[in-house]
Nanobody, 118 residues
């Protein structure tokens, strides 16, 4: 069974870059038709899809966040990472990494709370 674990700082200052890593076990991030996303949920609000990196390394980003977001991967460590630049308090949220793919079960990490505050 695929397992995902988010890691990174829980507190980021405004204007800085938020960086999170998702470590995957029980499966490879290069397995065909596997897609690896970042999704966040601000306090009291709904889920927001941020972007995805495919098993080939191609990326797609949510248009509202595209200018500030980068998703990359390290296949040797079976990890993928999120960078969100120029953060504001509105970026405070629980951040999840997720595995998706056609006909595949949806697997979520447990999520990690990132607070943007000075």
């Amino acid at each position: 069974q695929v397992q995902l674990q988010e890691s990174g700082p829980g507190l980021v200052k405004p204007s800085q870059t938020l960086s999170l890593t998702c470590t995957v076990s029980g499966g490879s991030i290069t397995t065909t038709q596997n897609y690896w996303s970042w999704i966040r949920q601000p306090p009291g609000k709904g889920l927001e899809w941020m972007g995805v990196i495919s098993y080939t390394g191609n990326t797609v980003y949510s248009p509202p966040l595209k200018s500030r977001t980068s998703i990359s991967r390290d296949t040797s460590k079976n990890q993928f990472t999120l960078q969100l630049r120029s953060v504001t308090p509105e970026d405070t949220a629980v951040y999840y990494c997720v595995r998706d793919g056609p006909g595949l079960p949806l697997y979520w990490g447990k999520g990690t709370l990132v607070t943007v505050s000075s």
